[in-house]
């Protein structure tokens, strides 16, 4: 066997050109951004300032935990240290953890306050995710989501008989692909949650950032096996089809809205050169910035996979979503302004949206839970790296890293207990989730 030695050209690296233009056009328009503000006064100084104090003794705690879960780098369904860690750490605090519970065994509930039925004011769920990615670790930061979200439990928790109502805590795996949020809620795992937060770690610290819907789609091609050589005439090529299907597909990219996203893999492709391929399978992530243009992209993949058919001679399968579909995000305006308040009063800046471009969008499985009730899923600054990639999961390890969990922490706790004592606030965020749409059918949106 003969083997070269492949020589990489120096022109093969992607040019930042075009990410430094987005960074520039970031700093201009935050440069004539104002500071956001609030109307509501949220909880009483007396009672933020107990939460501050423990928030601030519980920095350690935050840090350890965030280090634990980076180097674990557990995938999704499979972060049993990772929960385990958490749980461990509640646990050693007085805390009464439920883990494994509503069909997943990563699964992590714990709560405090007073609950509605014994006249408390209602109940906000803080909601964490702790899943890695295969083979670069916490390149999306999760462990710093479920530190912070853990650490802004904890400082509540020490005001447990002081708070009006209730907090849960509701750690979910396998947001990577899985849609744990999504199996969790069909089984009860949010229910009686009537307002929910968390954080995501990112580039900037932006309240309001656009994540799309998301759907997954495996399209299978079946041909006729046949010799390669000897008689490929009498084969029907499922390899052919699957080539064909994704150069359609990069085809129709130029025609989509621009803020749709179609990206693809082949799962398989053959077995030996010389048989003609009976099987190919293809696997496509589609997403969009709103429910109906999703359903409207998803129509158009269908229509692509049957002309492939018939052009290929082949039959095709197309299975929709084996995880849950996730929907846009929708943020709640009057609960952001209340954590742009906390996180300025620790020395950051969130920006309102808008101002980061709104092209650098991914999907999180958090949007089925935001169009169900009252959300915010700010985003944290952490430093100058790009989600899913091997210097996000550095960067995020790192000393910025543990400080965005603090102030995470501490932004998370405030707000929820803005949220518990605060009846105006409540009125208000219900009034802008009914404003933006209300409950959405999640189940029966592509049903």
Same mark, same amino acid.
């Given at each position: 066997?003969?083997?070269?030695?492949?020589?990489?050209?120096?022109?093969?690296?992607?040019?930042?050109?075009?990410?430094?233009?987005?960074?520039?056009?970031?700093?201009?328009?935050?440069?004539?951004?104002?500071?956001?503000?609030?109307?509501?006064?949220?909880?009483?100084?007396?009672?933020?300032?107990?939460?501050?104090?423990?928030?601030?003794?519980?920095?350690?705690?935050?840090?350890? &935990?965030?280090?634990?879960?980076?180097?674990?780098?557990?995938?999704?369904?499979?972060?049993?240290?990772?929960?385990?860690?958490?749980?461990?750490?509640?646990?050693?605090?007085?805390?009464?953890?439920?883990?494994?519970?509503?069909? &997943?065994?990563?699964?992590?509930?714990?709560?405090?306050?007073?609950?509605?039925?014994?006249?408390?004011? =209602?109940?906000?769920?803080?909601?964490?995710?702790?899943?890695?990615?295969?083979?670069?670790?916490? !390149?999306?930061?999760?462990?710093?989501?479920?530190?912070?979200?853990?650490?802004?439990?904890?400082?509540?928790?020490?005001?447990?008989?002081?708070?009006?109502?209730?907090?849960?805590?509701?750690?979910?795996?396998?947001?990577?692909?899985?849609?744990?949020?999504?199996?969790?809620?069909?089984?009860?795992?949010?229910?009686?949650?009537?307002?929910?937060?968390?954080?995501?770690?990112?580039?900037?610290?932006?309240?309001?950032?656009?994540?799309?819907?998301?759907?997954?789609?495996?399209?299978?091609?079946?041909?006729?096996?046949?010799?390669?050589?000897?008689?490929?005439?009498?084969?029907?090529?499922?390899?052919?089809?699957?080539? &064909?299907?994704?150069?359609?597909? =990069?085809?129709?990219?130029?025609?989509?809205?621009?803020?749709?996203?179609?990206?693809?893999?082949?799962?398989?492709?053959?077995?030996?050169?010389?048989?003609?391929?009976?099987?190919?399978?293809?696997?496509?992530?589609?997403?969009?910035?709103?429910?109906?243009?999703?359903?409207? &992209?998803?129509?158009?993949?269908?229509?692509?996979?049957?002309?492939?058919?018939?052009?290929?001679?082949?039959?095709?399968?197309?299975?929709?979503?084996?995880?849950?579909?996730?929907?846009?995000?929708?943020?709640?305006?009057?609960?952001?302004?209340?954590? !742009?308040?906390?996180?300025?009063?620790? =020395?950051?800046?969130?920006?309102?949206?808008?101002?980061?471009?709104?092209?650098?969008?991914?999907?999180?499985?958090?949007?089925?839970?935001?169009?169900?009730?009252?959300?915010?899923?700010?985003?944290?600054?952490?430093?100058?790296?790009?989600?899913?990639?091997?210097?996000?999961?550095?960067?995020?390890?790192?000393?910025?890293?543990?400080?965005?969990?603090?102030?995470?922490?501490?932004?998370?706790?405030?707000?929820?207990?803005?949220?518990?004592?605060?009846?105006?606030?409540?009125?208000?965020?219900?009034?802008?989730?009914e404003a933006a749409g209300g409950v959405v059918d999640v189940e029966g949106d592509f049903a």
């Amino acid at each position: 066997m003969t083997t070269t030695t492949a020589t990489t050209a120096a022109g093969s690296a992607p040019s930042r050109a075009y990410l430094d233009l987005l960074e520039a056009t970031t700093r201009r328009r935050a440069l004539a951004f104002e500071p956001l503000t609030s109307k509501h006064t949220g909880a009483p100084e007396a009672a933020a300032a107990a939460v501050r104090r423990a928030a601030a003794e519980g920095r350690d705690d935050v840090a350890t &935990l965030a280090g634990v879960v980076h180097d674990l780098a557990e995938v999704a369904f499979e972060e049993h240290a990772s929960v385990a860690a958490i749980a461990d750490l509640l646990t050693r605090h007085g805390i009464e953890v439920e883990t494994g519970t509503h069909g &997943l065994a990563t699964s992590l509930r714990a709560r405090v306050g007073l609950a509605p039925s014994d006249g408390g004011t =209602g109940t906000i769920a803080i909601v964490a995710e702790y899943d890695a990615l295969p083979g670069i670790g916490h !390149a999306c930061g999760h462990h710093l989501i479920a530190a912070s979200a853990t650490g802004a439990f904890l400082a509540l928790a020490a005001q447990a008989r002081d708070l009006p109502g209730e907090v849960v805590l509701l750690e979910t795996p396998a947001e990577e692909g899985g849609s744990g949020k999504e199996l969790l809620w069909r089984e009860g795992f949010f229910d009686g949650v009537d307002a929910a937060i968390m954080l995501h770690p990112f580039s900037y610290d932006v309240v309001d950032h656009p994540f799309l819907g998301r759907r997954q789609l495996v399209v299978t091609y079946r041909g006729v096996a046949a010799h390669a050589s000897a008689q490929p005439f009498m084969g029907r090529n499922a390899l052919d089809a699957a080539a &064909l299907n994704y150069q359609a597909v =990069g085809l129709l990219r130029q025609h989509l809205p621009p803020s749709d996203r179609v990206h693809g893999v082949v799962r398989e492709g053959g077995d030996r050169p010389s048989i003609v391929p009976e099987l190919a399978r293809l696997e496509y992530y589609v997403r969009s910035a709103h429910p109906e243009t999703l359903r409207d &992209l998803s129509r158009r993949l269908e229509d692509v996979a049957h002309g492939v058919a018939l052009a290929t001679g082949t039959q095709v399968e197309l299975a929709w979503d084996p995880q849950p579909f996730t929907l846009p995000l929708r943020t709640n305006d009057p609960l952001a302004r209340r954590w !742009a308040r906390h996180q300025q009063a620790v =020395g950051r800046a969130p920006l309102a949206g808008g101002i980061v471009p709104e092209i650098l969008a991914g999907s999180t499985d958090f949007g089925n839970v935001s169009v169900r009730v009252p959300s915010i899923h700010p985003m944290i600054a952490v430093g100058d790296a790009a989600l899913h990639t091997r210097e996000f999961a550095a960067v995020s390890g790192s000393p910025s890293g543990v400080r965005a969990a603090h102030d995470g922490a501490m932004g998370l706790a405030l707000t929820a207990l803005d949220w518990l004592h605060d009846g105006e606030l409540r009125a208000a965020a219900v009034a802008d989730f009914e404003a933006a749409g209300g409950v959405v059918d999640v189940e029966g949106d592509f049903a």
